[in-house]
């Protein structure tokens, strides 16, 4: 089957970094997406990796390693408005998203 | 307007009513989907419409039925649910290319809280 894991809940304080994991198993690879997800919010769209690598976007940055099926989200300079579900989903071989549970990331002061 | 929008925003039904979420999106996008969205477990996709062709996950009960009457509009009706169906329910749009070979990405709503009492 297909699954797609990441660790149910972070806590990280304000201003730190913190990295969430995601790691899949899943029939073929067409990309790989983290969405944001305030609490009674929608979900929205932070990164998309397809090729091996870095991507940065300010303060965020996801890494992918296709041969590892491994994925993370890096959050710098923490700030209290993360706080949110980071939701982890891989685009597999019939082009249909797979879900993670998501990961709840709680800021403190 | 802008983006997708969602109504109702809570929604509370007992088990023999009939209701109906609504969703439109402003975003000229030609794919619409309904996702469920419980505790602690990843969204279950219901329901696609993809240049208005239908697919859906086989496992939807048929209590739920997706209208789409245009490129813009959605429907979710409801009748006879179960508890076990409170949940959000998100609606999605993307764009959607033949080769399927970019991003694609989700335009979420803010969802319906569904409560079956």
């Known amino acids: 089957g297909q699954n797609i894991d990441q660790p149910t809940e972070m806590t990280a304080t304000e201003g730190a970094i913190v990295q969430i994991n995601c790691t899949y198993q899943?029939?073929?690879?067409?990309?790989l997406f983290w969405y944001q997800q305030h609490a009674g919010e929608a979900p929205t769209f932070l990164s998309y990796?397809?090729l091996d690598g870095l991507e940065e976007k300010g303060r965020f940055s996801s890494f992918l390693s296709r041969s590892k099926g491994y994925s993370y989200l890096l959050l710098k300079e923490l700030q209290m408005k993360d706080s949110a579900s980071y939701l982890c989903?891989?685009?597999?071989?019939?082009?249909?998203?797979?879900w993670g549970a998501g990961t709840k990331l709680i800021i403190k002061p | 307007e802008t983006g997708v929008t969602q109504t109702p925003r809570h929604l509370v039904m007992g088990m023999t009513n009939k209701k109906s979420l609504k969703c439109e999106q402003h975003?000229?996008?030609?794919?619409m989907y309904w996702y469920k969205q419980s505790a602690k477990k990843p969204l279950e996709l219901m329901f696609v419409?993809?240049?208005?062709?239908?697919?859906e996950n086989n496992s939807v009960p048929s209590r739920f039925s997706p209208e789409c009457p245009n490129s813009s509009h959605l429907f979710l009706h409801l009748h006879t649910l179960q508890p076990e169906d409170s949940a959000l329910y998100l609606c999605?749009?993307?764009?959607?290319?033949?080769?399927?070979?970019?991003?694609?990405?989700?335009?979420f709503g803010a969802g319906s809280r569904l409560t079956v009492l």
């Open positions: 975003l000229g996008h030609n794919a």
């Open positions: 990796n397809v």
């Open positions: 989903a891989v685009r597999d071989s019939n082009y249909q998203l797979i």
């Open positions: 419409y993809n240049f208005k062709e239908q697919t």
């Open positions: 899943t029939s073929g690879f067409n990309g």
């Open positions: 999605a749009s993307s764009q959607e290319d033949k080769s399927s070979s970019g991003a694609n990405v989700l335009t």
